[in-house]
């Protein structure tokens, strides 16, 4: 693992999350939906005035988490580069989402939350945040982390998924 690398990730998964909390009340009136991650986490600490706070900083926690291991995962994951963040965060997004259904029955601040469970406008809403979130995420890191700069060459493949032999003998 570089350090370099997972300190890029985790500024650029800082600066996706930032945005994405930046532009909730935005998407909140587009999809006709309260669903608020910055609530939803701030008032999981504290019901005080101090949620927002509390709230921002532990949505940018999980950018910054997410952004880390994201970096070290890149060079290990398929497909177009452009689509391996978003990729990663509607993964993500699919695999956690049931656990609103734990939130709406255990939050300490349920009764003040928009339900998730069943709630397709939330769901909507969490998709395309995570899609943002993913976009920016993927460009700030690719540009941090320069492509190739640490990762293992690209290896051309033939049809037959056994490599390329003019490679392989040195022949091109």
Known sequence: MDLKRSVNGAIAGAVAAG????????????FGSGYDDVELLGKLVTRGDA?????????????????????????FLPGPLVLRAVTM??????ALYPLGRLSDRFHPARKELTPLWGNRRAFAQATWRHLLFGLVVGEIERRLNVEGADEPPEV???????????????AA
């Open 89 to 94: 965060a509607m993964v993500e997004h699919v």
């Open 51 to 75: 949620w927002p706070a509390a709230g921002l900083a532990a949505h940018l926690g999980n950018g910054v988490t997410f952004g880390a291991t994201y970096a070290q995962l890149r060079p």
């Open 156 to 170: 051309p493949v033939s049809s037959n998924g056994h490599g390329n032999i003019e490679v392989a003998v040195g």
């Open 19 to 30: 945005l994405w909390a930046a532009q909730q009340p935005a998407d909140k009136r587009v």
